[in-house]
């Protein structure tokens, strides 16, 4: 992976939190990571893997057993809840110094760089081995580093892609497009065989982010993204003028569903798992909903990068996505040797046995992992990462909570044909700097 893919995450401002270190525990000079085997030691894990159809929910509670077997005297504690519950759960815990030793945290500045602000979390170099370090794959580090300190471990990634309907598309005549006149293409041809195009819904707002995340990498280039975020001024400019004229092409041709605004996510997923369009762009969690026994779409769907645009900076090796949300260490646990040895034996566990059981694109190297289990999509999604020459993080990761939702207010005027491109870029034009970037 290339540098552009960084620390996956844009800097909140730690004031935005109300917490402060002196809640936080007790102090370091207080811990006892050097005591001797025979300790019995109990270390805590707060996730939100809980979901019985999320593949890491057992990888956690497998490793909790088998940790124990390998180090009797470290005992494994571990509870999660999930979405906005597990948020509120986690800063409370901080600000009131009852956090755990070990924390999931959602990838991105936006989410977990308060903390690291605040010195809630502890850099792990010191700690972390170099087995482990070089059982990760080139790049995958980059996304678990702020200010050059290593915080965590990958888990697994995940990446967008473009999935289409191969039997529609056969039934229609059109050819999976790899170029943006072919997209289009592809589109008539579509409708004029009684097919939604694409299945867009963007009632939650964010589906419509991937879409101009995507096309403006294709006219700017992820370096010119990366620009961007450093001087929003740069969103002004005619590359991201052009990628929401081609956005707002999309809707003008009828590539989307008519109720797109008012669709969700979830109906979104449904509904083209169910067959009701020939497109998605979509990341590849999306997987289990279109590859199930019974979904009408299971084994004919393809996955492909999404369409270059002639003339423009973006190459088709160029992605969005390589972000991976990871487990991290409470700055102040008594622990802090023993907690980081149990998160390189999780962290590896969920990267290699999640990706063997499709819980998203591996971080770590699966030389003798078997994945001959793996489905199609997940093998071809896989595939892709492989050709990546470069990677950007979901914009929301990178941009402040505030600016964030900007953004996405923006996209849906824009989507809806409510503002120009010229006025959506205006605006974008006065966000904040990033300063990931």
């Not at 207080?30 to 894990?45: A, F, N």
């Not at 998605?280 to 019974?294: F, G, R, T």
Request: aromatic residues 10%; hydrophobic residues 35%.
């Amino acid at each position: 992976m290339k540098k552009v893919m960084r620390k996956v995450g844009a800097m909140l401002l730690a004031a935005s939190m109300t917490v402060s270190l002196a809640a936080c525990g007790s102090s370091k000079d207080e811990q006892s990571s050097g005591k001797g085997s025979d300790e019995q030691i109990t270390l805590t894990i707060w996730h939100q893997s809980v979901a019985d159809t999320d593949p890491v929910k057992k990888i956690i509670e497998d490793s909790v057993e088998e940790y124990h077997e390998l180090h009797p005297n470290i005992t494994i504690e571990q509870d999660g809840v999930t979405g906005e519950q597990y948020k509120t759960k986690i800063k409370t815990a901080f600000a009131a110094g009852e956090a755990p030793d070990i924390s999931y945290m959602f990838s991105g500045g936006s989410f977990v760089k308060p903390y690291i602000d605040a010195s809630y979390l502890l850099p792990i170099d010191d700690y972390v081995s170099e087995e482990t370090l070089n059982s990760v794959l080139p790049g995958m580090l980059d996304g678990c580093t702020f200010d050059d300190k290593l915080y965590t471990l990958p888990t697994v990634t995940f990446l967008a892609n473009l999935y289409c309907n191969t039997e529609m598309f056969e039934k229609a005549g059109a050819k999976i497009p790899t170029t943006w006149e072919e997209l289009l293409d592809a589109v008539d041809k579509l409708n004029a065989a009684g097919y939604t195009p694409m299945i867009l819904g963007e009632k939650d707002r964010w589906p419509g982010m991937y879409m101009y995340d995507i096309i403006s990498a294709r006219t700017a280039g992820n370096a010119g993204l990366e620009e961007a975020f450093g001087d929003p001024s740069k969103f002004n400019s005619k590359p991201f003028i052009e990628a929401a004229e081609k956005l707002q092409e999309l809707v003008n041709v009828g590539a989307f569903n008519k109720n797109m605004m008012s669709m969700s996510y979830d109906e979104m997923v449904e509904g083209f798992a169910a067959g009701q369009a020939a497109m998605l762009y979509q990341a590849n969690w999306v997987h289990p909903s279109i590859q199930a026994e019974d979904s009408p779409t299971n084994g004919k769907v393809t996955c492909v990068a999404f369409p270059v645009i002639e003339g423009g900076a973006g190459s088709v090796t160029e992605f969005s996505g390589g972000s991976s949300d990871g487990y991290y260490i409470n700055a102040n646990t008594e622990h802090p040797k023993e907690a980081v040895e149990y998160l390189e034996y999780l962290s590896k566990k969920i990267g290699q046995v999640g990706y063997q059981q499709g819980a998203g694109l591996p971080c770590w190297d699966t030389t003798d992992v078997d994945t001959s289990g793996l489905t199609p999509l997940d093998t071809e999604s896989a595939g892709l990462m492989e050709t990546g020459t470069s990677y950007i993080s979901w914009w929301d990761n990178i941009l402040s909570s505030e600016d964030s939702e900007t953004y996405k207010d923006l996209l849906a005027q824009l989507i809806g044909l409510q503002i120009t491109p010229e006025e959506f870029c205006e605006s974008m034009s006065k966000l904040s700097p990033s300063d990931f970037y």
